[in-house]
């Protein structure tokens, strides 16, 4: 691959509509994913995510603009951008009755160039190696999503595209499913496209995220930004006597900003300024029981954005 086109989002949605009847269901949506990242995709039930996989993929027609796969439209050269995508859109389907060695084998027969040696390093890939000649109705869920993943890359795609993975994982599976995607993007340098409602695990699989609502985006966002949305932090101080603290921090400075909430102190502060208030309140004779950081998380700013109580 050229150095120019390395440097290209692998891919690119440009002004993307799809309409169905009158009924508008995507919504000149337009956003880059980078290449070697995890890429969330967030939004409400029935804010688009699944249709836009789906046009994605080749599932569904484009009714307006263009999808732009490592630099080919999908519109008007299928073949050569379709080349660049490997995909599960729900579930993994396999031959329970074979082995999951067999599955990549009959999988594999149905793409031109794909060696044995491929196959061995897609199963080392995913872990598979200790049970990879076990037939396929002895997997757990997990297994089954790995060894799905598996036959995705098989034709050494540059993206990655999974609707809604971790469905019916539990803990352990879901963790699992984490550190192999960052282990794809480490040592196979390509992106992964991940569709899920689990917004703590996207929070710790994904390095950014593309929030949608009613078929339109909302924002693109570093998961470290995040983050660092807020320049203070909200910090809750457990004290006692706390009419005591109070009066104190409205001596101390009348720009001080906080509130009483239940028992505790919450002031918003500069991450240097909390050992300063600790050392203050200790000095006036007021105890200090506990200190903790109460800043919105990836879900509670998520929500604020799309003002929804419903992730999927």
């Keep these: 691959m050229k150095t120019a086109d390395a440097a290209l989002p ?15 269901i995507i919504d000149k949506l337009s956003f880059e994913v980078p290449r070697g990242e995890v890429f969330g995709f967030l939004g409400p039930n029935g804010a688009g995510k699944t249709t836009t996989i789906r046009m994605m993929v080749g599932l569904m027609s484009i009714t307006e603009g263009d999808i732009r796969i490592g630099g080919h439209s999908i519109r008007t050269h299928f073949e050569e951008a379709i080349r660049h995508i490997g995909a599960i859109v729900e579930n993994p389907e396999m031959y329970k009755f074979l082995s999951g060695y067999h599955n990549l084998v009959h999988y594999a027969r149905m793409i031109p160039g794909i060696s044995a040696q491929r196959i061995e390093e897609v199963i080392k890939l995913v872990g598979m190696e200790n049970r990879i000649h076990d037939k396929v109705k002895t997997y757990s869920l997990g297994m089954r999503q790995r060894l799905g993943i598996a036959q995705a890359l098989l034709h050494k795609p540059s993206v990655l595209i999974l ?19 960052r282990k794809l993007t480490r040592e196979e340098g390509i992106s992964v496209i991940v569709s899920s409602h689990l917004l703590s695990e ?23 930004d995040f983050r660092q949305a807020d320049d203070k932090l909200q910090v809750v101080f457990d004290l006692e006597p706390l009419d005591a603290a109070r009066n104190l921090v409205k001596e101390v400075s009348l720009e001080a900003v906080y509130e009483l909430r239940g028992e505790t102190l919450v002031m918003t502060l500069d991450r240097t300024e909390v050992a300063a208030w600790n050392k203050r309140f200790v000095e006036a004779g007021i105890n200090v029981f506990g200190i903790r950081t109460a800043n919105k998380s990836l879900e509670d700013q998520f929500l604020e954005m799309t003002g929804s109580d419903q992730i999927a």
């Excluded at 692998?10 to 508008?24: L, N």
């Design 10 to 24: 692998i891919v690119q949605m440009e002004q993307v509509c799809k309409k169905i009847g009158a009924k508008t």
């Design 163 to 181: 609707d809604e993975p971790t469905n019916g994982l539990d803990p352990a599976g879901i963790r699992e499913l984490r550190d192999h995607l």
């Design 202 to 224: 996207m929070e710790l699989m994904c390095d950014r995220v593309a929030i949608i609502q009613n078929g339109s985006l909302v924002d693109v966002r570093l998961i470290k």
